[in-house]
């Protein structure tokens, strides 16, 4: 009889494939798999058939996250990865970004997107101009100017929640030669497909909407067949893949991202309109609210499943008056919401972009950006609005 060794190794493993199908996805931990034939095994390493050989490489539960989240995007493929900033070095990489070349990115995007262009890809060779995406004029001047490899904006901005005219911005960029990565990390499928308005590259962090609910970091490019090879190619060297329990995870966040997302959508347009009607409130900026600069965009460009417009969850606003001190007992006094520094998950979550995303920019530099001391970001979550507003009137009310 085989050692109580051997047997504890291998007992119970590689059990003969069953005729039944499990309704959801399995999580598959493996790193490697088996083939009896090595044809078949050559196979799939030559990329001849499909098939798992090493988890880098590739992975059935992350695999089935990605034909989801492609589904969903109306794309031909997603590619995942270990977190939104990974898959924004992919989508940048694959769009052929390298030494020498030049990028014309959003001013107001991400932190860490900012800081990947102007200090690390900035040491590798690559130079950055910085605009306002809301600006066309500025943008067309620009794209001129510098006939960059690609275009980087985000359909929604943090934390002024300016709106990007995405179709606009695709045709100025490719008219000047240039590639799109569109980060629509606020908007997700449910919002907007930036795909079907010519954009190469769609950026997510899976961690935010996707996810949703606090517990998963990860990232994906969805794209056309046409960069699914030089994605997957770079996946194997960059090594930053997406984890299949992360994976799993981020499947189940999907199938529930449309209820969330139509209740984050209108319980945000109800707490910014009651945001806007509050004495203690100076400015609330939302791009449902009629006011906001790119309100008709908006409205244009973003539409719900149904057809009808919708304007995401997020929300910022300024405390009248308010400095570091008053917006800092805001925090503290708020209960039912969150002082956290992500986003969009189920959770209704506070932020102060002087003390978090924004804390290594100087006060003129901020003021430059257009964020003041007064300032709040709030990610709507999905609890019921009456008791999320309750919440605000009794920490903006207290002093
Ligand atoms: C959070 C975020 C990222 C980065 O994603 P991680 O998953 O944290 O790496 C990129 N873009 C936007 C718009 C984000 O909100």
Redesign the pocket.
Known sequence: MTSLFTRAVHAGERLPAPDYTPTTTPIHPAVTYLYDAMEDLDAVLGRARDGFVYRRYGNPTTHAFEVALADLENADVALTYA????A?VAALLAAGVQAGARVVAARDC?G??YTLLDRLLKEQGVTTHFVDVTNLDEVAAVLRATAPTVLVC?TIS?PLLKVANVPALVNLAHAAGAMVIV?S??TTPYLLRPLEHGADFV?H????YIGGHDDV???AVVTGRVHEARLTDQLKMLGANFSPFEAWLALRGLKTLPLRMRQHCASALQVAAWLGAHPRVAQVNYPGLPGHPQHAVAAQLLQAPDGQSAYGGMVSFVIRDAGQAQVRRFLERARLLLTGT??GDVYSLLLYPVMASHRALTPAQRALVGIGEGLVRLSVGIEEPADIIADLAQALEAD
């Open positions: 977190s939104g900033m990974a924004m991400y860490a997107t985000e943090n980060d990390t606020f950026v962090s899976v961690t935010k970091l990860g990232g992500s986003l």
